[in-house]
C-alpha cells in the first residue's frame, strides 16, 4: 500500500479515508496509525527509533554477536541531532555539543580498542576523562561498523568509491574493482587527490600497469588482507592500514619473486572517511525533522 | 684458568701440559679437551653451536616458550657465514647467497605471521617459493627476537641507543629516557637522521619542549604502548608501528585534553635494524673464524 509522498498530502489523504471508513475499518486496512506516519511527521525520535530505522535496512540485522554497541548515554534518550564520523574523538565531542547534536555514530571504537572494554589498559586516565566528558553533556555513542559494512552495497565502500569517482567499477559485495588500465602512480596520486590525503605509502614500481584492483578500506588485519591478495592477485591491494610485519613484508617478497602486485597504504581513518560521510546523506531523508551532520575526525599524522 | 689467546701458543701450552702430566689428571684439571679449543681454533660451527654460543649471554635462556626457533634449515648444518638481518626477505637470501653465508639470523617473521605458521593464510604461493629457495640454497633461518630482547641490556635497545648516539641517557632494562630538553621536532629529526629515515609520522606540537622519552622500537602492539603512556606519562612515546585506531588515537584525545604527550612512528624494520646491526658487532669476536655480517632488509615503502 503507498502512501502520498508529501506529508500534506498524506494527512488530507487519512482525513478522507476516515471520512469514508469506520476507523476499525481504516486500521485494518493500513495497519496502527503510527505506521501510517512518515518520520518526518514525527517530532521526538529516540536514539533507539534511529537504530530500528537503520536496522531495518541492514540484511540480518540485528546481529547477535557484533561490536555496534552503545559506548555511552541511553537508548531512550532523545536525539537532538546526529553526528556521523569515524572516530569518536574528544574533538568530535566537543564540535557535536557546539551543533547542539547528542548522538554521534562512528565507524569505530571509542576507547582505543576493538571491544572498546574501558579497562584494556588498567585505570586508563583517558578512558576516565572521555567517559566523563560523554555523561556530562548527555552523548550517546553509537558504533556503527559491522552494520554499515553488512549494507548492500558496503556502506563503507560505497562511500570510497562515490568519493574516488569510482563507482561504476565496483560490484555490491565485492572488494575486487576492474579499472582502465593506469599507473599505480596514478592511483595513488588519484587516492591522495579525490580522499585529500596529505601522504600515502607505496610499495611497488610507481611505472607498474594497473587493471585488478583489492581495494581494503580501514583496517582488515594482515591475514585477510593477505588472504585477498593470494586469492584474487590484484595488480594492487589499497588498504587503509597494515601490520608492516606481516601485509607489507608478503608484497615485498611476491614483488622480489616477480609478482605484479603492489600495495598502497591510504591511512585508516582517512580510508574510511567517505563511508561515514554518506551515510549522513543515506540517513537524512529518513529523519528530516533532525539535523544529521557528517564531521570528519581527520588524519591524525603530521609528515616530518 | 686461563689459557693463552694465541693459537699457536695454546697448542704447545697443551703439548707441554701433556708431557708434564697423564691425560687424565690434565682432563681432571682443564675439563674435557673441547672445552679448552676458543672459538676461533675450532673450525667447523654448526648453527647449533652459534645457537649455544650465544645463548649461554642471554639471561634464563633457553626459553620453554619462544617465537625464536629455526624457521628453515637444520640446527646440525655447518655453518659458512652469517647474516644478521630484521627480515629474512627473498632479498636478503639472495644476498646471503652471494655472501656464501648459509645462516641467517633475523628479528623478525620469515613468513609474515607471528608465529611463521605456513598456513597462517592457507596455500600461500609466496610462503611456498620462500620455503623452495631456502631449501634450494641450503639456508638456515633462526628468529632471534625475545632472546636479543631480554639480553641485557636489551640487544635491539642498545643498538638503536647506540646508532641515535643517545646511549647515556639509557638504564639497562628500562624503555624510559630522559634526555636534554628539545623540541618534538628536533627529537623527529634527530631520529630522522641519525637512523637514516625516508619520513616519520608525527602527532603532536612540533614545538613542545621534551623531556622524558619511552623509546618503543619496533611493534609493541597498541595494549603495551598505552600502558607505557598511562604508567609513565612521557612526553614522547617513539614507536616502530602502530594500530592507528589504538596509540594514534589514544593520543590524539591525550592531546585534545590537554597532555603534554605525543607520538612519534618511526616505521618498524628500520626502528630496530640498529639492533641486528649490533648483534653481528657483538657476535664477531665470539666466532672469529666465520664471517658475520649486518645487511640491512630495509624500508619497504616509497612515499608519495
Known amino acids: 500500500m503507498e502512501f502520498p509522498a508529501n506529508s500534506l498530502q498524506r494527512r488530507i489523504f487519512i482525513a478522507n479515508m476516515l471520512k469514508t471508513a469506520g476507523a476499525a475499518a481504516l486500521l485494518s486496512a493500513v495497519g496502527p496509525l503510527e505506521a501510517c506516519a512518515s518520520p518526518d511527521d514525527k517530532k521526538d525520535y529516540t536514539v533507539q527509533d534511529i537504530m530500528d530505522l537503520i536496522l531495518k535496512e541492514i540484511p540480518g540485522a540485528p546481529f547477535k554477536q557484533t561490536v555496534d554497541t ?65 555523561k556530562e553533556n548527555n552523548i550517546t555513542v553509537w558504533r556503527f561498523h559491522d552494520y554499515w559494512h553488512a549494507y548492500r552495497p558496503d556502506g563503507i565502500m560505497d562511500g570510497v568509491l562515490k568519493k574516488a569517482g569510482w563507482q561504476q ?3 555490491s559485495g565485492e572488494f575486487m574493482l576492474t579499472i582502465p588500465e593506469m599507473s599505480l602512480e596514478k592511483i595513488a596520486i588519484h587516492f591522495k587527490s579525490s580522499l585529500k590525503l596529505q601522504k600515502v605509502r607505496v610499495i611497488g614500481d610507481l611505472s607498474q ?65 567517505p563511508g561515514m560521510e554518506w551515510l549522513a546523506e543515506w540517513l537524512q531523508p529518513k529523519v528530516s525533522g533532525i539535523k544529521v551532520k557528517h564531521i570528519a ?6 609528515w616530518l
Chains 1, 2 share one sequence.
Not at 557535536?96 to 548522538?103: M, T
Not at 562512528?106 to 578512558?127: G, L, Q, R, S
Not at 575526525?297 to 603530521?302: A, E, N, R, V, Y
Open 169 to 171: 567499477y565496483g560490484k
Open 70 to 134: 552503545l559506548k555511552s548515554g541511553d537508548a531512550a534518550q532523545k536525539v537532538t541531532g546526529i553526528v556521523t564520523t569515524m572516530f569518536t574523538t574528544v574533538d568530535i565531542i566537543r564540535q557535536a555539543v557546539k551543533e547542539k547534536a547528542n548522538f554521534i555514530i562512528a565507524h569505530e571504537p571509542t576507547f582505543y580498542n576493538h571491544t572498546d572494554d574501558p579497562d584494556w589498559v588498567a585505570k586508563n586516565e583517558i578512558v576516565k576523562m572521555k567517559q566523563d566528558l560523554l
Open 209 to 273: 600497469s594497473c587493471k585488478r584492483i583489492a581495494l581494503l578500506p580501514g583496517a582488515w588485519g594482515g591475514q585477510r588482507q593477505v588472504t585477498a591478495a593470494e586469492n584474487e592477485k590484484p595488480d594492487v591491494l589499497i588498504v587503509g592500514e597494515v601490520h608492516e610485519w606481516e601485509t607489507a613484508e608478503y608484497i615485498r617478497d611476491a614483488r622480489a619473486f616477480g609478482k605484479n602486485i603492489s600495495l598502497i597504504i591510504l591511512g585508516h581513518s582517512v580510508s574510511e572517511e
Open 297 to 302: 575526525s581527520g588524519d591524525p599524522f603530521k
